[in-house]
């Protein structure tokens, strides 16, 4: 079966603010976007996020795949789903190859969504770059506080009969007196912080210690509240985002892919067109995009890579043009119903 390695170079465009949660990465200010430095450094936008949305539309396709093979059942049991949709092996079954072997999936004859993203400790064919916005294009977003139902409309006290104003009101209470407590320690912590920066080893342990039992005294705080713990005018922390509007420089890579191969990295593009989202806060209609990659692919002996179509996200659907893009689709149409997608190989 002739194999190629195909080029996506292209974009994907922030329809609105994208964000993602990375650890490590909140600040006094908010949640920041990850950088190639310090905080100074330009942002981008990571290629997990990207990687991860395109693994779980190319997951659908072959549930799709599946359930058109057997009636409309499915069956693919827990194990099989984490494999294909995360590349987790949580029975601890698979057969993992040396790493660098980038036939290895195929030797152990596995399904094309294998072949292409992997799995723990095995390489894969899909080779998915950051985003890279241009400079300036990022914000913070978000910010401010929850607010009380009951304050924000009083009409709706007149829901409530004397007995259940009463329990309100000691809420209120108890939720002020301790958020004032809490605050104070919270200030004591930070202060802490900033001197375990200059501190020696054994200054340190004493200082880390002390933010130990400021953090014990927090709990112990809420915990002495007869009921709402958490604080429900709790502040809404901001994020950094990529602002609405951004074009994003970006590429991908399949490497030494079959054409079915090739048809579900297409297929999987379709999915992620009817459902554009990328990242978090999606309950703030984060993470919406489009896409357009021109595809190519370098022969064997040519001077410069040759263009063999083009593929687009869009709010009005998927694009493709090309008739190398368009067999490939089909051949994993053709292919699909007869695929054994799933745990293959076990120890």
Not at 54 to 81: C, F, Q, S, T, Y
Not at 233 to 247: K, L, M, N, S, W
Request: net charge neutral; proline share 5%.
């Amino acid at each position: 079966m002739k194999k190629q390695t195909y080029i996506f170079d292209g974009s994907i465009s922030a329809l609105s603010p994208l964000t993602v949660v990375i650890k490590g990465a909140s600040t006094m200010a908010g949640h920041r976007l990850p950088r190639n430095g310090g905080m100074d450094a330009p942002a981008y936008w990571p290629a997990t996020t990207i990687r991860g949305a395109i693994r779980h539309m190319a997951h659908r396709a072959v549930v799709e795949a599946v359930k058109e093979a057997n009636g409309g059942a499915i069956p693919l049991d827990l194990a099989d789903h984490f494999l294909l949709a995360q590349g987790v092996d949580i029975e601890n079954a698979t057969v993992s190859p040396g790493a660098g072997d980038i036939n290895a999936l195929e030797q152990l004859g596995l399904d094309p969504l294998l072949s292409l993203f992997g799995y723990w400790g095995v390489p894969s064919k899909a080779c998915i770059g950051n985003a890279f916005p241009p400079a300036g294009s990022t914000g913070m977003f978000g910010g401010g506080a929850r607010t009380i139902m009951f304050e924000r409309n009083t009409e709706l006290l007149e829901l409530l009969d004397q007995e259940q104003k009463d329990r309100l009101e000691n809420i209120l209470v108890e939720q002020s007196e301790a958020s004032v407590d809490i605050q104070e320690l919270k200030n004591k912590k930070k202060e802490l912080t900033k001197k375990a920066k200059t501190a020696t080893k054994e200054e340190k342990e004493e200082l880390y210690k002390q933010m130990n039992a400021i953090d014990e005294a927090i709990v112990s705080r809420k915990d002495k509240k007869t009921e709402a713990k958490e604080s429900i005018r709790r502040p809404i922390d901001q994020y950094e985002a990529v602002a609405a509007g951004t074009e994003m420089s970006h590429r991908m890579d399949i490497k030494g892919a079959t054409q079915v191969e090739l048809g579900l990295f297409l297929a999987a593009l379709a999915e992620l067109a009817r459902d554009p989202f990328m990242g978090g806060h999606r309950n703030h209609d984060c993470g919406r995009i489009e896409a357009r990659w021109t595809v190519k692919t370098w022969p064997a002996g040519a001077l410069a890579p040759i263009e063999v179509g083009s593929v687009e996200i869009t709010p009005n659907g998927f694009i493709m043009t090309g008739d190398m893009l368009n067999s490939a689709y089909n051949a994993w149409l053709e292919a699909r119903t007869n695929i054994r997608f799933g745990k293959p190989v076990t120890k």
